[in-house]
């Protein structure tokens, strides 16, 4: 059942829609979704939580439909974890389970920087807890070299604008698929096929700044200071296939955070929450039972 959609206002006034569904009584989600993506990637997890307790579901500022903010300095991690700050006040609920996937477990563990008041526990898929470009080398200077060139394209809106275009063709369309498949990105056998071609509809509507904005943010924040903060019950979900965010920093995450859980689904990749839905809703069943969530 839904409560409602409404609409939030973030510190600096900028409309952030979000809705609340499920109207039971058990501790609230806060989903926080993945890089240039939108609620659209919980198109599972949202039915099957609500039937017991409300979910709150958002999309970052200038995704989802919205407009560009008037200003594209914003989109970074650390104002999506404001704004997120933003939607749960506006909510009035409980402290909620915060539930981050992929680029969204970077802004969740900012949340839990940011508002701790707002984090009763932690669920973390496939992602890292930033600087995702330490894997190939920890150089300063790539990143910033990776970073200045994404802002860069953004600035330039008509070839960037012709680049997102790309995915509104049909050969642009089977190139992402493919890279997706080779990346770990998405598992080619069971991988639905309406994620990613929904995912990269999403992408080519974007704001081309914002969307090259929110790519060097990915880059550019890191949380890794956070992770022995933490106190309150997490939940980390990786795929051994998954080369995005590879299992090795899955279990860098389990060891840093204090009591942390590691659940691991072989031979899956970054997108197991949509390939393997039944059976990663069942390990996140189960930390929620084992903590009284």
Known sequence: MTIGSAVATADDGEPLAYRVTGDLPGTPMLTVHGLVSSVHHWMFFTPHYA????????????????????????????????????????????????????????????????????????????????????????????????????????????????????????????????????SGGAHRATCPPEVLDGLFAHVAGLDPELASNAMAAYLEHTAEDVLATITVPTLIIAADGDQLAPLATAERMQRAIPGSQLVVFPGHSHLVQVEKPAEVHAAIDRFLADHAL
């Not at 890292?128 to 990143?143: E, M, W």
């Not at 802002?151 to 070839?159: H, I, P, Q, S, T």
């Open 51 to 182: 039937a017991r307790r409300p979910v709150i579901s958002w999309d970052y500022r200038g995704h989802g439909g919205q407009r560009a903010p008037r200003d594209l300095a914003t989109i970074n991690v650390e104002q999506f974890a404001d704004d997120a700050g933003a939607v749960w006040r506006a909510t009035g609920l409980a402290p909620a389970i915060t539930v981050g996937l992929s680029f969204g477990v970077q802004v969740a563990l900012e949340i839990w920087r940011r508002h701790p008041g707002m984090v009763r526990a932690l669920i973390l898929i496939c992602g890292t807890p930033g600087h995702p470009l330490d894997r190939v080398s920890s150089a300063r200077a790539l990143r910033d070299a990776a970073t200045g060139l994404l802002r860069g394209l953004g600035k330039r809106r008509g070839l960037a604008t012709r680049a997102l275009g790309l995915l509104r063709t049909q050969s642009g369309l089977r190139l992402a698929r493919e890279l997706a498949f080779m």
